[in-house]
Nanobody, 120 residues
Framework: QVQLVESGGGLVQPGGSLRLTCAAS????????MGWYRQAPGKQRELVAA???????NYADSVKGRFTISRDNAKNTVYLQMNSLKPEDTAVYYC??????????????WGQGTQVTVSS
């Protein structure tokens, strides 16, 4: 059994900051890429940022320069530091991991989601 548990969401004013954390637990042998996605009401889920096991990163154009993704491989944890938040960043944020429990096959795992609301 594998679980991805997110934390750190909440309500913040425009221009504020939040830090999201996602920890993988259970039967974790290895993790390739980890990432954060978001889904706003009435919209499709979209990639926000991703990071490989080697530390290479990829960002959506809408968050470049404001968000930073990082990970701690020893803790099977990925972070998303979100600065200069805008109302359009409001969404449910989901953690994703390409993870293997055995060292053979890798599968996609998702967290339960954490709400981020940017509003004055």
């Amino acid at each position: 059994q594998v679980q991805l548990v997110e934390s750190g969401g909440g309500l913040v004013q425009p221009g504020g900051s939040l830090r999201l954390t996602c920890a993988a637990s259970g039967s974790v042998f290895a993790i390739n890429a980890m990432g954060w996605y978001r889904q706003a009401p009435g919209k499709q889920r979209e990639l926000v940022a991703a990071i490989t096991s080697g530390g290479s990163t990829n960002y959506a154009d809408s968050v470049k320069g404001r968000f930073t993704i990082s990970r701690d491989n020893a803790k099977n944890t990925v972070y998303l530091q979100m600065n200069s938040l805008k109302p359009e960043d409001t969404a449910v944020y989901y953690c994703n991991a390409d993870l293997s429990s055995t060292g053979w096959a890798y599968y996609d795992y998702w967290g339960q989601g954490t709400q981020v609301t940017v509003s004055s």
